[in-house]
């Protein structure tokens, strides 16, 4: 169904972009090339090479393209539409780039792309466009150095491709999709994994929604990047699944966020940020839910955190001391072991943990509702010993989940003299963890284990139980009212 | 491998030991005691409790460390003691209590002496107890807990019976029941070594006696030699109203050892005394038919 | 070593220790604790999605630290003494048999009466998961069993080794219970005061970590259950650095050591004396 629609505005886009040309280039074009002149490609036909049929054809062409194996080392530099029917293949031989597009509108469907070089000095990659605009919809990209790299190509369209790295050691990986200079881009129903990122420079505008990046370094970089729109993806399993580097205006929502691990990873980094709006995320299960460094850095510009979900992980949200002007608003800090950890030595300042008698649930809140509002009577106070002590110093985190720390905290709550100072204080904890209408669905559990362990757990509570009958004949005995006394040890 | 028989030489003997010598710390528990004991014969350690008795048995069991040599039927306890503990049937002073029935414990003794279970249950019937067997071993009486004890030393057929105070903690009816088995037993050729502090347990069973003192053996004694050493006797009073009881309990409060039945009186006294039991007695107001000494 | 008396010594411990007031008092509290902990560590929610390990899960995971090697350290405690206290060792070893079997059927003995009390508990813990549709792996859980089983045995073999030359009860439960609080606590603590005091390094403060088997088993069951032992700071760091993939299979071996070395340790011990 999405995939119809996506073609169906596909289409239109195509329709548009053709109009426009006719409007831009004016007198060359002849009536002819207009109304789409269409070419067939393919190993039995009169034109069997592809490079051939690019070569000849006539801009604004369609190319139509069917089943078969072409080399890569195209180069495209007037603007055709390539469609690949019956899953045609484009084979670099691990060699170079497969399609280079210089400064034209080009579109790209239907083709599997495989073995670039590994050449990062050359950025050996999939498909590049330097220049011009991108419509890339429905690829399949295998074995790629880079596998979507767009320079300059305003406006451009990436949608519904699979992009799959090459296996690589990790340091030599290249990016999913590179986006460089180009403002206003959408990125779409994508899915990258294995690779390296899937990066924006310098881009101004532009969404990039619903995509899958996993197993990548970064999942999704914003570098210099402003007025982004990231909304619906499922970034997973990276070692940072999304990281905003110096830019503003950026707006995340709906996202899901989970089993982010790494080298100072976590679900999502921001670093420089300025006037972000964090909405109906749901962080779960990473190293560091959100990890926030000095944003924001403008005088006068507050970021927003409503309506997430933190659950399950190492630590919640994470702040360098540097960081103020934070709201944080009916947000759901579940299970953290630690709910909100200082990365570094300082003390929270200047956030704001409630807005308008609305502030976040936290799993571990131990006050009461005495007048049914929803929300705590008392406040929500960070105040624990060991925590304390983990965040000024990291290498006690080894002694997490160990009876010593539990007595820490519990000597603390017990001895007002060794309590540490309040980390931050919640004045309006909710009582019940409020659901964001932006939240991500959540994905059912897998059921397929499930009986099997089941199975095993029952086999295994049935041989102990026999066992202990055996050995413990209360029901043989018992008739004869000559039950064993029991001796300790004995 | 015959352990080393060229240095000790055992000469056919059931149970051998020579210069055996115990110490813990710088206290000797045993001093050299020798003795040899043959095949078939009943023999008794007889001395006050300290004497050293069961540290004896413990060394030819072979789980007290001792220098002098040991022989069970040629085997040496520190070269080859499970050899000499298949030899031999141990029965304790008290069984330990453990969380098992009559029947459990017969068949996990057996297992130990890789026996066959059905014979070791037989061994149950022979002794009277078979009935017992899915009784828990804490809720038997002290005879049958003994008796069971006999019955589990009894598995796997041994040639020699070790026996530590084996009437210790029995009533009159119970030791007397509990001899009479041992010399049924011995009779049908078992070798027994028992130790005892009760010189009429002594003399029911044994025919030779070892009197041992302060970790050494003082005497290798005849039963008749034992009796003239002892210089006990038993002191017979025929009571003329009855007052069993009462005559009897102000005799075990004197620290005799006093049983009756009827109108009888038997008290085990050394030879001297006489006049001083017969005195308490009129002071309690028990009169006294006839009294004669009985030279045991 | 005749295998049939060690069968049988073993079955009669097991069958003791299975009768015993403890067993029944460990056997429903670890059950307990185990069906809460699979709850809540390995349940997930409508709001989160994916089970996970938090606060919650971590406080259960405590508490099995707490009792898992308290059972163990005790049930290995009293075995030897007990039946030396009661002469019933005694009467054992004046049987046809050897030390070497009465101390190993023993020692196995116990083990199943350890591994079948844990594995009551932990069967329950499954079933209760697969009904309420829970999504942990078979595998995870599996490992999880494992892992418990293994910290168990190697606090029977310590409880055990103490047993081999204590004389009383009561001398034996007092060391088990110092040695337990040592463990879980007290070493914890002072290696805590160090790294702070004396600046240790990541490294070191593992390796001095490593001793403890107790740590071992929170290393290894993070491990499973987080994927990663990222959540343990700079140290947890190092140890997936330097050990990378053999972190596992080393953090068993340990494991494991601490449930064999004592054995041979407590063998001599026992075996230097005379039977009492």
Not at chain 1, 100 to 105: D, I, K, P, S
Not at chain 1, 253 to 280: C, I, M, Q, R, Y
Not at chain 3, 36 to 60: C, D
Not at chain 3, 188 to 209: C, H, I, Q, Y
Request: aromatic share 6%.
């Amino acid at each position: 169904m999405r995939r119809a629609s996506a073609f169906g505005r596909f289409g239109r886009a195509i329709a548009i972009a053709v109009a426009a040309l006719v409007t831009v280039g004016g007198a060359p074009l002849s009536l002819a090339a207009a109304e789409t002149e269409t070419m067939t490609v393919c190993p039995t036909c009169e034109i069997s090479s592809l490079a051939e049929a690019i070569a000849s054809a006539p801009a604004g062409a369609r190319v139509e393209v069917h089943g078969g194996v072409y080399p890569g080392g195209l180069v495209i530099e007037k603007p055709v539409t390539l469609v690949g029917i019956d899953g045609p293949v484009i084979d670099g031989g691990g060699s170079g780039t497969l399609l280079q597009v210089r400064g034209a509108e080009v579109a790209i469907e239907g083709f599997t792309f495989r073995a670039t070089g590994s050449n990062h000095d050359r950025e050996d990659a999939a498909i590049v466009f330097d220049g011009g605009r991108a419509v890339i919809t429905g690829n399949r990209i295998e074995d790629a150095l880079f596998g979507i790299y767009l320079k300059q190509a305003h406006g451009s369209i990436v949608r519904d491709n699979v992009i799959l790295a090459k296996q690589v050691d990790v340091a030599m990986r290249g990016d999913g999709i590179k986006v460089w200079y180009s403002n206003d881009t959408l990125i779409e129903n994508n899915v990258a994994q294995d690779g390296r990122d899937v990066i924006l420079w310098y881009a101004n505008g532009g969404t990039v929604r619903g995509n899958d990046f996993d197993r990548n370094r970064y999942g999704l970089h914003l570098m210099f990047s402003n007025g982004i729109r990231i909304e619906g993806n499922s970034l997973d399993e990276n070692s940072i699944g999304l990281y905003v580097m110096y830019g503003r205006d950026i707006t995340i929502v709906g996202n899901s966020l989970s089993n982010n691990h790494g080298p100072s990873g976590g679900g999502l980094g921001f670093k420089d940020v300025d006037n972000a709006v964090v909405e109906g995320n749901r962080f779960v299960a990473n190293q560091i839910g959100a990890q926030v460094d000095t944003s924001p850095v403008q005088p006068g510009v507050e970021n927003l955190w409503r309506g997430n979900v933190f659950a399950f992980n190492d630590i919640g949200i994470g702040l360098t001391p540097s960081v103020r002007h934070n709201i944080f608003t009916e947000n759901s800090f579940i299970d953290n072991t630690e709910h909100v950890s200082v990365l570094g030595r300082g003390q929270l300042r200047d956030l704001t943990w409630a807005v308008d008698g609305r502030g976040n649930y936290w799993s571990d809140y131990a006050g009461y509702d005495a007048d049914g509002d929803g929300v705590g009577d008392r406040p929500y106070r960070s105040q624990r010993l060991f925590e304390s002590l983990m965040d000024e110093r990291p290498v006690l985190r080894l002694f997490q989940f160990s009876p010593a720390a539990l007595a820490l905290d519990f000597a603390a709550k017990a001895f007002p003299e060794v309590r540490p100072e309040t980390k931050f204080e919640d004045p309006a904890p909710l009582m019940q963890a409020p659901r964001s209408p932006y939240l991500p669905p959540v994905a059912a559990a897998p059921t397929g284990s499930r009986l099997a362990l089941g199975v095993a757990s029952s086999l295994a509570l049935i041989a102990s139980l026999a066992v202990v009958l055996r050995l413990r004949p209360v029901f043989s005995t018992a008739k004869r009212g000559s039950r064993p006394a029991y001796a300790l040890g004995g | 491998m015959e352990p080393r028989r060229e240095d000790t030489e055992t000469n056919g003997s059931a149970l051998l030991a020579r210069d055996v010598t115990k110490r813990y710390g710088s206290v000797a528990a045993l001093s050299g005691v020798s003795f040899d004991i043959g095949p078939g014969e009943a023999v008794a350690l007889w001395g006050p409790n300290g004497a050293g008795k069961t540290t004896i048995l413990r060394c030819i069991l072979g789980l007290a460390r001792y220098t002098g040599e040991i022989r069970v039927e040629g085997h040496d306890p520190r070269r080859d003691g499970r050899a000499v503990r298949r030899a031999i049937g141990y029965v304790p002073q008290s069984l330990p209590v453990s969380p098992m029935t009559v029947g459990e414990m017969v068949s996990f003794v057996a297992a130990l002496k890789r026996t066959e279970r059905d014979a070791a249950m037989e061994r149950l019937a022979s002794l009277g107890i078979a009935d017992q067997r899915d009784k828990a071993i804490s809720a038997l009486s002290g005879g049958m807990k003994q008796r069971l004890a006999l019955a589990l030393a009894l598995i796997g057929s041994p040639r020699i019976l070790l026996l530590d105070e084996p009437t210790a903690n029995l009533d009159a009816r119970g030791r007397a029941e509990l001899l009479d088995l041992l010399s049924g037993l011995n009779r049908e050729g078992l070798t027994i070594l028992f130790s005892s502090h009760r010189p009429d347990d002594v003399l029911a069973l044994a025919q030779r006696i070892l009197m041992i003192e302060r970790g050494k053996v003082q005497r290798d004694a005849t039963p008749a030699q034992f009796r003239e050493a002892l210089g006990a006797a038993n002191l017979v009073v025929a009571l003329k109203n009855g007052h069993l009881r009462e005559a009897v309990e102000t005799l075990v409060g004197l620290g005799y050892e006093a049983t009756g039945s009827g109108h009888v009186l038997t008290v085990q006294i050394p030879v001297r005394e006489k006049a001083r039991v017969i005195s308490h007695l009129a002071r309690q107001g028990i009169e006294i038919d006839d009294f004669e000494m009985e030279r045991l | 070593m005749d295998g049939t008396i060690v069968a049988a010594i073993a079955a009669r411990e097991a069958r003791a220790a299975v009768r015993s007031k403890w067993f029944v008092l460990y056997a429903v509290l670890f059950a307990v604790l185990s069906v809460g902990f699979s709850i809540v560590a390995m349940g997930g929610s409508p709001l989160t999605g994916e089970p996970g390990f938090g606060r919650t899960s971590a406080g259960l995971l405590n508490l099995m630290l707490l009792m898992v090697p308290l059972i163990g350290l005790t049930v290995g405690a009293q075995s030897l003494v007990g039946e030396r206290q009661d002469q019933s060792l005694e009467y054992l070893l004046a049987q046809p048999v050897s030390a070497a079997e009465v101390f190993l059927g023993k020692y196995l003995g116990a083990a199943l009466s350890l591994v079948v009390t844990l594995l009551l508990g932990f069967g329950c813990a499954g079933t209760v998961l697969a009904i309420r549709g829970g999504s942990a792996g078979v595998g995870d859980f599996a490992l999880l069993v494992a892992l418990t089983l293994l910290l168990g045995l190697g606090a029977l073999s310590l409880g055990y080794l103490i047993s081999s030359f204590t004389a009383q009860m009561s001398a034996a439960l007092g060391i088990a219970i110092t040695l337990w609080l040592a463990f879980v606590i007290v070493g914890d603590l002072g290696l805590m005061g160090s790294a702070m005091v004396m600046d240790l390094s990541p490294e070191t403060l593992l390796t001095l970590t490593l001793l403890n088997p107790l740590d071992v088993y929170k290393l290894l069951s993070v491990d499973q259950l987080q994927a990663s032992l990222d959540v343990l700071g700079p140290a947890g760091a190092y140890a997936m650095e330097r050990f990378g993939r053999a972190l596992v299979p080393t953090l068993l071996g340990v494991l494991a050591l601490w449930v064999l070395a004592p054995l041979p340790v407590g063998y001599r011990l026992f075996t230097r004396t005379d039977v009492r």
